[in-house]
């Protein structure tokens, strides 16, 4: 499971998996996503992604901040839109994961981010092909 934990405030993290997935880029993958704030879970959704969405955003998060995205990234799946500000004062990125007026806040480092990229690079590899 990849999970990307708030810098500032304790025990508030998401946290992703990727169910399974099909092989081709135009089919989908299920994923599970959980968003607890102070230890409490606020937020759980099981959707699907189309693996060329889920490899958009395992690659945006990989080499983030890439510029061409502007502090936002969307597509056109029903589910979990990202959008981010830059709070030089903690060195790090507030994150806003959006899913359909659901609006879960995680701070991070940029090293965070890159490292939950990997991470969910490793789930979608390890994740069960569906036929």
């Known amino acids: 499971m ?3 934990q ?10 992703c998996r990727i169910i399974d997935h099909r092989v081709d880029e135009l089919e ?5 996503w959980r968003y607890v704030h102070l230890g409490k ?5 099981h959707f699907g992604w189309t693996n060329r969405t889920v490899h958009a955003c395992i ?3 990989q080499h983030f901040p890439l510029p061409q995205y502007e502090g936002y990234f969307s597509h ?4 979990l839109e990202i959008k981010w500000n830059t709070d030089e004062a903690n060195d790090s990125y507030v994150l806003q994961f959006i899913d359909q007026g659901t609006i879960m806040i995680i701070q991070a480092k940029k090293e965070q981010l ?3 990229g990997h991470q969910l690079e490793k789930e979608w590899h390890q994740s069960p092909v569906v036929e």
Request: hydrophobic residues 45%; aromatic residues 12%.
């Open 59 to 61: 690659h945006m998060l």
């Open 6 to 15: 708030d810098k500032i405030q304790p025990n508030t993290y998401v946290e």
């Open 114 to 116: 890159i490292t939950f």
């Open 76 to 79: 056109f799946e029903k589910h």
């Open 41 to 45: 879970v606020i937020h759980e959704l």
């Open 28 to 32: 989908g993958s299920q994923l599970f």
């Open 2 to 4: 990849a999970i990307l």
